[in-house]
């Protein structure tokens, strides 16, 4: 019987758990290593006034097929639902508007898409793009913000892209990468389109509107992870952080506990066969130093971004605008001038019909934090309820007091994907592919959301399987 382990309980590391059972089969012990007292990692469904509730990662992208695949093959493809037809909107030049259609994470196949949420000045920058000297990308990736700044103005940047990216990565554009997050919009310029213009127009779908962008399940995400722990088969051991990782002779020792000093009988070290690494950048250079030091070293160039999500339940009966969420910028401040501490609302019980049950609690999460500025996570959880409930008001006329609230922190959640990430994975990558029986996933590798972390676990699973079948062959 072969032995893997997988260290760490979130998406990642659970699809592994999964997908290793269903290419070793009943012949192998596969056992997660996961440090927090319950498994699922950035994924979290708890209880806010009885209702089922997201207060991590609350949906996937649904264009890509990775995380819709993976719910339909276990069995949960019927919970699959997309959100309503309310519309998003943004806090724009001291304005609520709606969000433009039209765009690439921002970036507009045309001046009139973005028209409405810039100034004259700033719309002549946008229309005054395409006839800027064609784009030039040099074989490295490139700073997104100073890229976008140079041919559209910082308006764009400030009022539309950043608010975006801070939705996805609580990080702006000038800390990210082109390559890194709008791969398509590259790949485009390389393909010939001469303005970033045109390169946006080329990614719109020709039918807007007529396939969902987004996906969640009724119940909340956390049904998955339940469904992936039983069909593993998996052990899975929480509240056990592996403290080393080591080669043996015939293939790996985990060492576990916090604290090398002390031992319980369940620190026992542990001999496996093949290894898959999914847990955040920081675990990942602590563990891979001794083992493979290229891989730990481009693991701790990763910078990572902190925040918080504060769940609102409101008395049954509370009306929110008709949006589902807003995003609001850096800059942005109310009319009185006092800047928001929260990057963005979202109006889940608008956004969500399953989360609208007729007489239930009206549900609103306000995000937190963003890179480089924690500001209101130094609060306490009562601090940030009272920030939240009073940008909620500020931003909307809501004011109702919560039926009940809950505060839920993800320190160093948000890897950042800046100018150079793409070569730190490609550094990790052909590190770890020298090394016999230890593979590597999640969302430090390529991408955040849940359909590429579902990815990375597939191909880890793959790897090591493929190493273990080798070892039975021999």
């Given amino acids: 019987m072969k032995r893997v382990a997988v260290v760490g309980g979130g998406i990642s590391g659970l699809t592994a758990a999964y997908r290793l059972r269903t290419l070793l089969g009943e012949a192998a012990a596969i056992t997660v290593f996961e440090t927090s007292p319950v498994p699922g990692g950035k994924l979290r469904t708890a209880e806010v006034a009885g209702q089922r509730y997201d207060v991590g990662a609350e949906a996937f992208l649904a264009r890509r097929p990775e995380m819709t695949a993976l719910a339909r093959e276990i ?4 919970l699959i639902t997309h959100p309503t037809k309310a519309r998003a909107k943004i806090h724009a030049g001291g304005a609520v508007l709606g969000l433009p259609p ?11 898409a973005v028209a409405d949420v810039l100034s004259p000045e700033g719309r002549r920058a946008v229309e005054a793009e395409t006839t800027l000297p064609p784009v030039s990308l040099p074989g490295a990736d490139v700073p997104l913000g100073p890229l976008l700044r140079e041919r559209f103005g910082d308006e764009l ?6 608010p975006l990216l801070g939705g996805v990565y609580a990080g702006g554009a000038d800390g990210l990468g082109l ?3 709008m791969p398509g919009l590259a790949s485009a310029v390389a393909s010939g389109a001469g303005s970033l213009t045109a390169a946006a127009a080329t990614l719109l779908p020709r039918t807007p509107g007529t396939a969902p962008v987004f996906g969640t399940l009724v119940g909340g995400l956390g049904t998955l992870l339940d469904r992936l722990a039983e069909l593993s088969g998996a052990g899975i051991r929480t509240g056990a952080p592996v403290r080393a990782l080591s080669r043996t002779a015939t293939g790996w020792r985990l060492e576990l506990g916090a604290a090398a000093a002390v031992h319980a009988p369940s620190d026992t070290p542990v001999d496996v066969d093949a290894v898959v690494l999914a847990v955040p950048a920081p675990s990942a250079r602590r563990l891979l130093a001794d083992v493979v030091p290229a891989a730990a070293t481009a693991f701790g160039e990763v910078e990572l971004a902190s925040m918080a999500v504060v769940a609102l339940a409101l008395p049954p009966g509370t009306v929110l605008p ?4 807003v995003l609001i910028g850096a800059g942005e401040r109310d009319t009185s001038g006092v800047p928001y501490a929260v990057k963005a609302f979202t109006f889940s019980s608008r956004k969500w019909a399953h989360l609208a049950p007729e007489g239930g609690p009206v549900l609103v999460r306000g995000s937190v934090g963003r890179f480089g500025e924690p500001g209101a996570l130094h609060a ?5 309820v009272r920030v939240v409930r009073e940008d909620l008001a500020r931003l909307s006329g809501v004011t109702a007091s919560p039926i009940d609230t809950l505060v839920t922190r993800w320190g160093g959640g948000l890897p950042q994907y800046g100018a150079g990430h793409l070569d730190r994975v490609e550094r990790i990558e052909r590190a770890v592919a020298d090394v016999p029986g230890l593979a590597v996933a999640g969302a430090t590798l390529h991408g955040v959301g849940l359909p590429a972390c579902v990815a990375t676990a597939d191909a880890a699973a793959k790897r090591v399987a493929e190493h273990l079948s080798a070892i039975s062959r021999t």
Wanted: aromatic residues 0%; charged residues 35%.
């Fill in 75 to 78: 069995g949960l493809g019927e």
């Fill in 102 to 112: 039209g765009t690439v994470m921002g970036v507009p196949a045309s001046a009139d």
């Fill in 157 to 162: 940047v400030d009022r539309l892209v950043d």
């Fill in 179 to 181: 390559r890194a997050t």
């Fill in 322 to 325: 008709e949006a589902s969420g």
């Fill in 380 to 384: 306490d959880d009562d601090e940030l």
